[in-house]
């Protein structure tokens, strides 16, 4: 299938910057949409959860757009590609732990999400540009080099319960899972849409999955 | 490893793209695309756009602006000037800017940033914090683009801020702007070193002896600039190989 | 909540506040015109004078070498500068860095420069990287002609250094002429304008690009520092030796560009049968088909061009009212540039190949669209000719 054909659905939570994501996959010449209900997921090739905000909040907002169940039924009967970004891979946890509330996530990956731990004065939020280290093959990083800097920013990372799904770890104090992928399912904790080349990258290879 | 960030500043005025000195004496410099393509080509890690004149003559933001740098800028993007409100944020968000940037309504309201960071995640909300010293070299913080002088006791100021959790904090010495005669050691290095939030250095960016002495004996998370870019022959990445040759993390 | 929508303009001449480096003060007036009047207070005997001291300094000093540089385009303010090096008595070398679409017209004025009894270089980059920058630079920097500005001054330098001739003589000191930061101008005695390494960084004409960023993007193509110099600026360190110093004629002498025209046209110099595309006047911008280009951008980025200046020029020696000048800038200015000194904009696209739909594409990403009329549906608004219109030529009543 090449890129051209490409119907992406881009789920829109009303807290972040859909902008940067459209941008970039319009570089690439594929053709995004926003999702704005649960018909949008027929017609959709692939599916971006992109993220800015906070777990509880972003919960909520899929709850409220009646997008949550539309979702888990494409990504797992449908087999639709899915790529979450930052927050949107969050969001794929058992639970998450922000703001001092438990919140439920969409259990597709199971795992939780927590603040990550500050040692030896470490800043947080985890901001700016850290090398992503693969630590298993993945269709994502094809033709990307190992080691290579995205851009992250965040103060919570996920920690899958099932390690096979971890696809590249970044070093931040302790290391942490910065890439995951399940079957169709994806999630990168950094944001491919502002990290220039080796992003644009990862983009297109995730659009040849 | 977390890389230092190189970040220059872009601001406007109105119709055109100014740099000034203490925050006065505004120079009209180039236009803000050519500029904004010349940073795509050196690499820089992020890019500050203010509106310096949005607070003052209560103007609109003007988010056509936003959405035309941020279609030409590949790198991350801070907007500030004139944000008010949560649909400010909301709206900035969604015209292309990463992260925003909160100067003079935080100094009267910091519930603003609080409820910001709740709704939108602290990652993309940082607080600017300009700033002189006054003859008993005392922080006196300013707000208004420099004119009008605060109240707040500087050390329960920077620590309400850290307290709330905001993204990052951007330290801008207003003595020092435009100068480049460096940047303010003593103050800037105490607060990356007592804060936990990542602080962002600006004003006086000069000579890379000086910088690298900042970046050696601080907790700076990046370093703003913007007079050294347009009035220089020193680019951001010159001054990357730079610091890459003095052992810093950076990103090439 | 309103944003200011118009254009702040100098109350006397009808330069506007978007110009780069121009300061529009509290009485309204831009620093072109306050540098102006501050002209007729200079003891233009005393600048003579130090004039001659310098001259004296270089003066046959070298008994097998030229006393001087002076840098020709052959252009009015060029043939200007030679004869003037001359009647001081000095040896000068002209250096003509040569410009991409050299015109009829500007290889015969280059040509009338030999008529007055001097050695002469012509020196020409590498066209096949020339061509590259150019489109480069038109599509990064909206700039055609970085490369031709660049390397005059840099070439020109470099010469001078290889050569091992020290003093370089340039015409106008732009910032004052048209007005530049009043920290840097020559309001003040005690200082004086050099053209020298900051003097280029800073208002050279570089729109901010270096060559060390064409090294960065095409080191990979095979491109070397070496390959760039024509267009970089010698270094401190590689002038120390040769001690090369650049001085403005025009801080030693009250310059105007119309009166050089007029010796120089009595001197051989050849112009246009009208005023040449865009702009007042028949001498200006004779020698290279791009220049209309280049201008044309700086109209899309900050609302002037030649006929702002050349009309500021006029009015503030008394030669041009206001109200005509702003009715110029109206009716003259700013005009999508369709052709210039006849040929067809097309062609002059072709040269760097690229098509007039690129070059429209362009021209809109640089466009600040802030100082232009738009349509209702917030797209910039052409006229029926295809032209911008500016939100306003004069300041509000």
């Known amino acids: ?209 | 490893m977390l890389k230092l960030r190189i970040i220059p500043t872009l601001l406007f005025n109105n119709l055109k793209l100014v740099k000034g000195i203490s925050f006065n004496s505004w120079r009209t410099v180039g236009s803000i695309i050519q500029s904004v393509r010349l940073y795509n080509l050196r690499k820089v890690d992020e890019l500050i756009l203010l509106d310096i004149s949005a607070t003052n003559q209560n103007n609109k933001i003007d988010l056509e602006l936003v959405n035309e740098v941020a279609s030409e800028c590949f790198m991350p993007l801070t907007f500030g000037g004139g944000i008010k409100t949560i649909q400010d944020i909301s709206n900035l968000l969604k015209a292309g800017a990463d992260k925003i940037c909160i100067n003079t309504e935080a100094t009267k309201n910091l519930d603003l940033v609080k409820e910001a960071c709740e709704i939108f995640g602290s990652q993309c909300i940082d607080v600017s914090i300009d700033y002189k010293k006054n003859k008993n070299n005392e922080i006196e913080i300013y707000s208004n683009s420099g004119k009008i002088k605060t109240n707040l006791v500087f050390e329960d100021y920077i620590k309400k801020i850290e307290n709330i959790g905001a993204g990052e904090i951007i330290l801008t010495s207003i003595d020092r702007d435009g100068t480049m005669k460096g940047y303010d050691f003593e103050t800037i290095s105490y607060v990356s070193r007592v804060i936990n939030l990542p602080v962002i250095a600006s004003g006086g960016a000069g000579e890379f002896d000086d910088i690298y002495n900042l970046v050696k004996n601080s907790e700076i998370s990046g370093l703003a600039a913007a007079s050294i870019y347009h009035f220089t022959d020193k680019t951001p990445l010159d001054l990357k190989k730079f610091l890459i040759s003095k052992n810093i993390p950076i990103r090439l | 909540m309103k944003n200011t929508n118009y254009i702040k303009y100098c109350s006397n001449c009808i330069i506007p506040e978007t110009r780069p480096n121009t300061e529009i003060d509290s009485s309204g007036l831009c620093t072109g015109c306050k540098y102006y009047t501050y002209r007729s207070k200079i003891d233009w005997t005393q600048r003579h004078d130090e004039l001659i001291k310098i001259i004296d300094v270089y003066k046959s000093k070298f008994k097998n070498n030229y006393d001087c540089i002076v840098p020709s385009s052959g252009g009015k303010d060029s043939t200007y500068q030679v004869l003037k090096v001359l009647e001081l008595g000095l040896k000068p070398l002209v250096v003509t860095i040569m410009p991409d679409m050299l015109t009829p017209i500007g290889r015969r004025n280059i040509d009338n420069i030999k008529n007055f009894g001097v050695d002469c270089i012509e020196f020409s980059t590498n066209k096949i990287l020339r061509k590259k920058i150019n489109k480069f630079t038109l599509e990064t920097v909206g700039d055609l002609t970085w490369a031709e500005e660049v390397s005059v001054s840099c070439e020109t330098v470099r010469i001078a250094n290889k050569m091992k001739i020290p003093l370089v003589v340039w015409g106008e000191n732009s910032e004052n002429e048209n007005g530049g930061p009043e920290k840097n101008s020559d309001f003040f005695d005690n200082i004086v304008q050099a053209h020298n390494h900051e003097w280029f960084e800073e208002f050279g004409g570089t729109n901010g690009l270096r060559s060390s960023d064409l090294l960065s993007i095409w080191s990979d193509d095979g491109i070397t520092e070496a390959d760039l110099l024509p267009y970089t600026f010698p270094s401190k360190k590689e002038l120390l030796e040769s001690n090369v110093h650049g001085i403005f004629l025009g801080y030693y002498i009250p310059w105007d560009g119309h009166k050089n025209a007029e010796t120089a046209k009595n001197n051989g110099l050849i112009v246009y049968d009208k005023a040449v595309e865009g702009n007042i006047v028949d001498y200006e911008n004779l020698d290279n088909y791009q220049m209309r280009i280049h201008d044309y951008f700086k109209f899309l980025k900050y609302g002037y061009d030649r006929v702002s200046d050349w009309g500021s020029l006029g009015i503030r020696r008394g030669r041009l009212n206001r109200d005509k000048a702003i009715e110029l800038s109206r009716e003259v200015g700013g005009k999508y540039p369709k052709t210039y000194l006849g040929k067809n904009i097309k062609e002059i696209l072709e040269y760097i190949d690229i098509n007039e739909d690129e070059f429209q594409n362009i021209c809109e990403k640089f466009t600040n669209k802030k100082i232009f009329k738009k349509n209702s549906d917030g797209t910039l608004l052409y006229d029926n000719s295809g032209d911008l219109i500016k939100i306003n030529y004069d300041n509000p009543k």
């Open chain 1, 1 to 209: 299938m090449t890129i051209l054909n490409n119907k992406v659905a881009i789920i829109d939570l009303e807290i972040g910057n859909i902008g940067s994501i459209f941008r970039a996959l319009k570089k690439i010449d594929c053709n995004p949409f926003l999702c704005e209900n649960k018909n949008s997921f027929f017609t959709a090739s692939h599916i971006i959860l992109p993220g800015v905000g906070s777990f509880d909040y972003g919960m909520s907002k899929l709850i409220e757009k009646k997008l949550y169940e539309p979702l888990v039924e494409s990504i797992e009967k449908n087999k639709i590609p899915f790529l979450g970004i930052c927050l949107g891979m969050q969001l794929l946890a058992t639970k998450g732990f922000e703001n001092d509330n438990e919140t439920n996530g969409l259990n597709l990956v199971p795992g939780n999400v927590d603040k990550i731990k500050i040692k030896n004065k470490l800043k947080l939020p985890h901001m700016g540009w850290n090398e992503v280290s693969q630590v298993k093959k993945s269709q994502l990083f094809e033709n990307i080099e190992n080691d290579k800097d995205f851009y992250f920013v965040h103060s919570y990372t996920f920690d899958p319960e099932d390690k096979s799904v971890v696809v590249s770890q970044t070093d931040y104090g302790d290391q942490f899972v910065s890439t995951i992928a399940k079957d169709n399912i994806y999630g990168v904790q950094f944001h491919p849409e502002k990290s220039l080349d080796n992003g644009i990258s990862l983009l297109k290879n995730f659009l040849k999955c």
